[in-house]
C-alpha cells in the first residue's frame, strides 16, 4: 500500500510509472534512481539541505567497513521481533539507506521500507542501492 500524501493538498498520491500525482494534479517526478522529491521549493530553506555528496561518500565508506553492524544486527532483531505480519517500514533520516538496507535483507516477511531524508545526495544512493520501496526528499 502507498502512504504517501500530496504536501500541497494531502490529498493521497497515486504512483505512475514516472510520476507521482493527486487528485488535484499536483505532480512529483520520480529521479531515474527512483526517489520522489516531495520538498516544496517554499519549504526548503538552503540550495542544497542536508548532506553534501562528500558526506554522503565518506559515510557509505565508513559503515561499509562494519563498525556499526552490531548496532544495525540489534535493531534488526527487534524490529523482527515486533512484528507479526507485513508492514511498512519508514526510517526518518535514512541517509544512505544503510540501516534500512540491512533491516530489508534480514526480514523473513514482504515489508514496504520507505526512506525520508532531507539531503538529495543520500536518498539518490539509498536509492540506487535499491535499499527502500521509494526515497522520499521530504519533510
Ligand atoms: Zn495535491
Do not use: P, W
Given at each position: 500500500m502507498n502512504p504517501l500524501i500530496c504536501p500541497v493538498c494531502k490529498n493521497a498520491l497515486i504512483e505512475a510509472i514516472s510520476s507521482y500525482r493527486c487528485e488535484?494534479?499536483?505532480?512529483?517526478?520520480?529521479?531515474?534512481s527512483g526517489y520522489v522529491n516531495l520538498l516544496l521549493p517554499n519549504r526548503k530553506h538552503s540550495k542544497e539541505p542536508g548532506d553534501n555528496k562528500e558526506?554522503?561518500?565518506?559515510?557509505?565508506?565508513?559503515?561499509?567497513?562494519?563498525?556499526?553492524?552490531?548496532?544495525?544486527?540489534?535493531?534488526?532483531?527487534?524490529?523482527?521481533?515486533?512484528?507479526?505480519?507485513?508492514?511498512?517500514?519508514?526510517?526518518?533520516?535514512?541517509?544512505?539507506?544503510?540501516?534500512?538496507?540491512r533491516l530489508k535483507q534480514n526480514l523473513n516477511k514482504p515489508s514496504d521500507c520507505w526512506g525520508v531524508d532531507i539531503s538529495k545526495e543520500a536518498i539518490n544512493l539509498a536509492a540506487k542501492k535499491q535499499t527502500i520501496s521509494i526515497g522520499l526528499l521530504a519533510i
Open positions: 488535484q494534479n499536483h505532480v512529483f517526478d520520480k529521479a531515474r558526506m554522503v561518500k565518506n559515510r557509505e565508506a565508513f559503515l561499509t567497513k562494519g563498525y556499526y553492524t552490531k548496532i544495525s544486527d540489534l535493531l534488526n532483531q527487534e524490529i523482527a521481533r515486533a512484528s507479526s505480519r507485513d508492514m511498512n517500514i519508514l526510517d526518518v533520516g535514512c541517509g544512505n539507506g544503510y540501516y534500512l538496507r
